[in-house]
Structure formats: C-alpha cells, structure tokens
C-alpha cells in the first residue's frame, strides 16, 4: 500500500476549477482527505479547526478574502497551527513585488497551472516529500 497524505487543502471560488483538481488528486490516488475551501476565510477557519493538510493549492484571486490577504493572515498563525504545510499558488502570474513578498514565506514553494493534472501533482509529490507516489499518465 502507498503513502498517502493525510490532507490536501483546494483554495478556489471557483466550484468548477475544485471539482476539476479534486478528481485529478483522486485520480493521482496521493490523499486520503481533500477539503475545499472557497476564499482565504474558509480557509482559515478550516486551519483553526484544528485540520493540518500537508499542503494547499492556493488561488490567488478570490472575493470576500483573496489569496495575497490569506497569506498575510496565515503568516499571524502559530507555528502549531501550521504544522510543516507546503503552499502551491495555482494560476499565479507575479509581478517582482509579488515575487519578493511570497520569497518571504517559506511554505510557500512555487506557482502552477490553476488547472492540475497528474503529471504536475506527481511532480510535487516528488519534490517535496520525502516518500514520492508514483502516479502513472494516463492516455
């Protein structure tokens, strides 16, 4: 049986852009829990609850609590609260301010595509934790 992660956190208003990458994390068969949460508030209120995902795909550009207000509200959160997550920001296009803000958070460790597939979640299995899923492409 393959390590799983325990959780995986989707940050995104849109219902449709969740569904997708919620099926290709079920598809890529590496959690066994995927929680979404549709803006920066749910999301923290997700974190107050005691829920750790081991990492977050995190749209930048949402209503009510936006991805950048998020990240500046999670920086706040105790070290416990945190746990040891891995922030993927997903559609992200940065200018150099962006850039130099998000070098600033260390769980923040790169930007994709907002739309996942199983090549890119495979990737970042195997770049950041330490026993890698091998998912296989599908044709």
């Known amino acids: 049986m393959k390590n799983k992660l325990k959780k995986v956190l989707l940050v995104d208003d849109s219902q449709s852009t ?25 999301a923290l209120e997700y ?17 009510v609590m936006n991805g950048w207000e998020f990240l500046i509200e999670y920086q706040k959160l105790d070290k416990g609260m945190k746990g040891s997550i891995i922030i ?17 958070i260390p769980e923040v460790k790169e930007s994709r595509e907002k739309m996942l597939n199983k090549e890119i979640v495979n990737d970042i299995m195997n770049t950041y934790f330490i026993e890698s899923i091998s998912v296989t492409p599908s044709n």
């Open 18 to 42: 969740n569904f997708f990458n919620k099926v290709i994390i079920e598809k890529s068969d590496v959690a066994e829990e995927i929680s979404i949460a549709k803006n920066g508030i749910e």
């Open 88 to 104: 993927v920001m997903l559609g992200a296009s940065l200018n150099k301010k962006e850039e130099n803000f998000i070098k600033s």
């Open 47 to 63: 974190l107050h609850s005691g829920n750790i995902p081991e990492i977050i795909f995190l749209d930048l550009n949402m209503p």
